[in-house]
């Protein structure tokens, strides 16, 4: 079965600096997906990044950056110049081509300081 | 476009009762998820419909069930409610199965079993 594991239960940032987010997972398979999901206070999750398997470029979108080491299995979360609105739960999750079931870890909160 | 939604927001039940739980995809989308979240830990599959088929189904219950209706909106059932089904229980939307689909999610139920 595969796993997802997020080792840091809290972290905080100060507001403008960077904070990465670590996230391990377990699989045999080759071909899956990756994501980062922000759950703000008000609960509704979404998506800040994803990452196809096979692709080997890191993907990234505006301030959110991924580091990518398939063979390590980790997936890491970098935010940059981070900011107030940024103070969330933050999600790793895994699913497999077939796509039917997302498998997340367990969070991480992150705390922005002003 | 309206997002997923879901209803009710909040709901309390006591033990042995019998909860149904609404979820509207966003139009256009074929597939529907539930995830059950209790406080602190990440989202836990449930099941998954596509095309008003069951494709996928977590490692839970038989007291839990669902179903998919022709206009894809779902329903959630839990039997005989215990303690533990005291969590958020989130729907997500996508166009399809495969992993290549962005799952969306709702704002979520939350049950409170006394």
């Known amino acids: 079965a595969q796993t997802v594991t997020q080792s840091q239960p809290e972290m905080s940032v100060q507001e403008a600096e960077t904070v990465t987010l670590s996230c391990t997972y377990d699989t045999s398979e080759s071909d899956y997906y990756l994501f980062w999901y922000k759950q703000p206070p008000s609960r509704q999750m979404i998506l800040v990044i994803r990452?196809?398997?096979?692709?080997?470029q890191n993907a990234t979108e505006n301030r959110f950056s991924v580091n990518f080491q398939k063979a390590a299995k980790s997936f890491s979360l970098k935010i940059s110049d981070s900011q107030l609105g940024d103070a969330a739960m933050y999600f790793c999750a895994y699913t497999t081509q077939a796509g039917n079931m997302l498998t997340f870890g367990g969070g991480t909160r992150l705390m922005v300081k002003p | 476009d309206a997002g997923v939604t879901q209803s009710p927001t909040h709901l309390i039940k006591t033990r042995g009762q019998h909860v149904t739980l609404r979820c509207s995809p966003i139009?256009?989308?074929?597939?529907v998820s539930w995830y059950q979240q209790v406080l602190g830990q990440g989202p836990q599959f449930i099941f998954q419909y596509y095309e008003k088929e069951e494709r996928g189904r977590g490692n839970f219950p038989d007291r839990f069930s669902a179903r998919q209706f022709p206009n894809y909106s779902s329903e959630l059932n839990v039997n005989a409610l215990l303690l533990g089904d005291s969590a958020l229980y989130l729907c997500?939307?996508?166009?399809?199965?495969?992993?290549?689909?962005?799952?969306?999610f709702g704002p979520g139920t939350r049950l409170t079993v006394l």
């Open positions: 997500a939307s996508s166009p399809g199965t495969g992993g290549y689909n962005e799952q969306f």
């Open positions: 139009s256009g989308h074929k597939s």
């Open positions: 990452q196809e398997a096979y692709k080997q």
